[in-house]
């Protein structure tokens, strides 16, 4: 008999702080209960997906409710949760983002601690994959218990940012950006990259906030929300992305984390062996999911790549009229190739890196993606 590994699938329909209790609650019990993740006297990081300082209608960050919701559980089962994230790029300021996202009210209206990780620890890698050595905020490896707290949403280099990738916010600022740097160009990389992550931080539950989600360009200011209605978890991101995936019409394929999760058999990506508890796929599942104008990633010495990343390849650019030359884009770019000239922004793509850093910083929803000509003519993009 197959050990099946468990994702739980339960209808929400708003944000009211008390549903959301109760749809996080039901989810939480079909998969055995909050006690069957943390233990009395536990210390658990709840890990939003704080992206920005956007307000939670926004749906570019977890909803507050939803890390309200989850507390209140940790509370209950004796356990003290506290909140834990390192937001975005450098431009962030930390403080800015918890009062926007509600974090900073939820924090305080519950009493517990709200962490901007700031102090990171260097751990061994444990999959013999290609890096040795990760740079992670101590709070979370030192937490007895993580519960992952993603929001659904898209995202233009690796198509969705749902349970594994959600443990990037546990790479602090400016190493971010440096990952971003090394590992952000080329998608494959940055999978493994995040897997690894994955696996040293091995997150005990994972749940979803998939009530508003984000559809096309995310994940930031330039996507689309979708109200979905929907909490998903699992105690296996892995697992867990990949039903969401069915329930989006998205193939494995589509998904580099999936596509690498597979090859290095970290988790369950075979449906085969996922139990679908909760709601029945096929009641939840959508078909006119709008994908991200996925961004071709070519990095390297070679000329030839350079030349088409530079000539061919898509590349971030600022609608002028939304633009409010704000800066933030500037403050965020990790190699430094935008700045403000005649009263606009200009980029030294030879430079760029194409790691969309910009993208996901600018509060107006300004910079966008231009498509490479000559993949538009080839149709990589639907
Ligand atoms: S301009 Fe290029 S290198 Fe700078 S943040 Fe944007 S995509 Fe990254
Ligand atoms: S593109 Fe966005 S982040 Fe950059 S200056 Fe304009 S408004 Fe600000």
């Known amino acids: 008999m197959i ?3 468990q994702v739980a699938i339960v209808k929400a329909g708003s944000y009211n ?13 079909l998969l055995g209960g909050i006690n069957r993740f943390v233990k009395k006297g536990n210390k658990v990081l709840l890990k939003p997906n704080l992206l920005s300082a956007k307000p939670p209608e926004a749906g570019i960050t977890t909803h507050p409710a939803v890390i ?27 403080e800015k983002v918890a009062a926007a996202t509600g974090m900073k009210q939820a924090a305080d209206e519950l009493g517990i601690e709200l962490v901007d990780f700031k102090d990171s620890v260097e751990l061994s890698a444990t999959n013999g994959g290609i890096f040795k050595k990760l740079n992670i905020a101590k709070e979370a490896i030192d937490a007895d218990v993580i519960i992952n707290l993603p929001k659904l949403k898209t995202h233009v280099q690796m198509f ?5 990738k959600n443990m990037f916010g546990c790479i602090i600022g400016l190493q971010k950006a440096q990952w971003h740097f090394k590992a952000g160009v080329d998608r494959k990389y940055f999978a493994a990259m995040l897997l690894e992550l994955y ?17 096309g360009d995310g994940p930031g200011s330039a996507g689309k929300l979708r109200s979905l209605g929907l909490v998903f978890a699992g105690s296996d991101a892995v697992a ?13 394929e589509e998904l580099p984390i999936l596509v690498a999760a597979k090859e290095k058999g970290i988790g369950i990506t075979e449906m085969e062996k996922i139990d679908v508890l909760g709601e029945r796929l096929k009641d939840v599942s ?8 996925m961004i071709d990633v070519m990095f390297g010495p ?6 088409l990343m530079n000539n061919i390849t898509s590349k971030p650019i600022e609608d002028r009229k939304m633009c409010t030359l704000c800066s933030k884009c500037i403050e965020a770019c990790p190699t430094d190739i935008i700045s403000i000239q005649n009263k606009r922004l200009e980029f030294n793509y030879n430079k760029c890196i194409r790691c969309f850093c910009c993208l996901e910083v600018c509060p107006e929803g300004a910079m966008q993606v231009k498509q490479g000509a000559l993949l538009k003519v080839f149709g990589y993009f639907s």
């Open 68 to 94: 309200k919701a989850v507390a209140k559980l940790v509370i209950e089962a004796g356990a003290i949760p506290f909140i834990g994230d390192s937001p975005g790029g450098r431009a962030i300021n930390f």
């Open 199 to 215: 696996s040293l931080l091995k997150p005990s539950l994972t749940i979803v906030d998939g009530i508003v989600a984000m559809e």
């Open 17 to 29: 702080d008390d549903q959301v209790y109760k749809d996080i609650k039901s989810t939480v019990d």
């Open 240 to 252: 867990l992305d990949t039903v969401i995936c069915n329930a989006l019409g998205v193939k494995n």
């Open 160 to 164: 969705l940012t749902l349970g594994v």
């Open 286 to 293: 959508i078909h006119d999911f709008i994908r991200p104008k």
């Open 302 to 307: 070679n000329l030839l790549k350079k030349f």
């Open 3 to 5: 050990n099946k590994t």
